[in-house]
């Protein structure tokens, strides 16, 4: 069994708010000053809860230019209409696009590793796509699995409109196929951000057929879904799939830990990005 350090961070401020807010609410003497304490402290954690993304975005650079009118037409598109025309798979919610931070840090690594060859598996919008496009060299490209033509129509102008649109190659249609099928060059960053319970399938295909880069990076998206590998499903809002997403990426996560072909550290970025390469 491995030691580990003790760290101190913001959610385990939060976490000792919680508890000791918990430890007086269990008191069978709560006066109205143990009451006026807790909710003090639960306001606190609230607050810093309610604001480490907001202050990890206003402190971090914001994707290239370009991105934002991307980001509007995502939050603000019809997508109720599209789903009811049979125009997309599945009930889009905004929520999907990874967003500027998450992007620019995919892009970022992009450049770290020197990487020419990308390899996105699940584009919808393509935030993240517009954000590694932009950070790769004039004879960069990356390549996106995407189930939906429909996301293509709508982001291809703006990828025209932030000049990198030469630099992203679309590939519709089931993610699985194609990496079964592939026979080209590895790539150097692949990003796995598409449906939750397909994950293993992805992985174990990229590792099998060799299709990443021997120094290239594996990011995989939502690996701690919502916390429910954490909570092992308990969630007092949760859906069936959300479970049932929870689930599978719990599994992924011990699958890929045992995996003795890789190295993985787990970021707790937004909803959580493993950070893999070959060992
Ligand atoms: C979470 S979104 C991707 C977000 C995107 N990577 C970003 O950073 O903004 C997941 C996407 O995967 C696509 N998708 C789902 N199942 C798929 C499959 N089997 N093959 C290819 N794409 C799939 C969905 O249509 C959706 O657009």
């Known amino acids: 069994m491995s ?24 008191s069978p003497s709560l006066t109205d000053a143990d009451r006026q304490s807790v ?4 306001e606190l954690a609230n607050r810093l809860l309610n604001g480490l993304d907001p202050y990890l975005d206003s402190v971090s650079s914001g994707g290239p230019p370009g991105l934002q009118p991307l980001i509007h037409e995502t939050i603000h598109h019809d997508w109720a209409r599209a789903y009811q025309e049979k125009k997309v798979s599945f009930k889009v919610n905004p929520s999907w696009s990874a967003g500027a931070y998450e992007g620019s840090f995919v892009a970022l690594v ?7 060859r990308v390899l996105e598996i699940g584009m919808f919008t393509g935030t993240t796509t517009l954000c590694v496009a932009s950070s790769l060299p004039s004879d960069g490209k990356v390549v996106c699995l995407e189930i939906d033509q429909y996301f293509e129509d709508l982001a291809r102008p703006y990828f025209e ?7 992203i190659d679309v590939k519709v249609g089931k993610a699985l196929d194609f990496l079964q099928s592939y026979n080209g060059e590895p790539f150097d960053l692949i990003f796995i951000d598409a449906d939750k319970t397909g994950y293993l399938g992805y992985f174990n295909a990229i590792l099998d057929r060799g299709l990443l880069s021997k120094n290239g990076v594996l990011l995989v998206d939502n690996v701690l879904y919502k916390g429910l590998p954490i909570t092992d499903g308990l969630q007092s809002e949760s859906t069936a799939e959300r479970v049932d997403n929870g689930g599978a990426l719990k599994h992924f996560n011990q699958v890929v830990r045992q995996d003795k072909r890789v190295e993985v550290c787990v ?11 070959h060992k």
């Not at 409109?161 to 630099?167: D, F, H, I, N, R």
Request: hydrophobic share 45%; net charge positive.
């Open 110 to 116: 992009a450049r770290a590793v020197g990487a020419k």
């Open 3 to 26: 030691e580990v350090v003790p760290a101190e961070t913001p959610i385990l401020t939060v976490s000792r708010l919680v508890e000791a807010s918990l430890d007086q609410l269990r």
């Open 161 to 167: 409109k932030a000049g990198v649109s030469s630099k």
């Open 267 to 277: 970021l707790p970025i937004r909803d959580g990005v493993s950070f893999i390469m």
């Open 39 to 42: 909710i003090g402290r639960l």
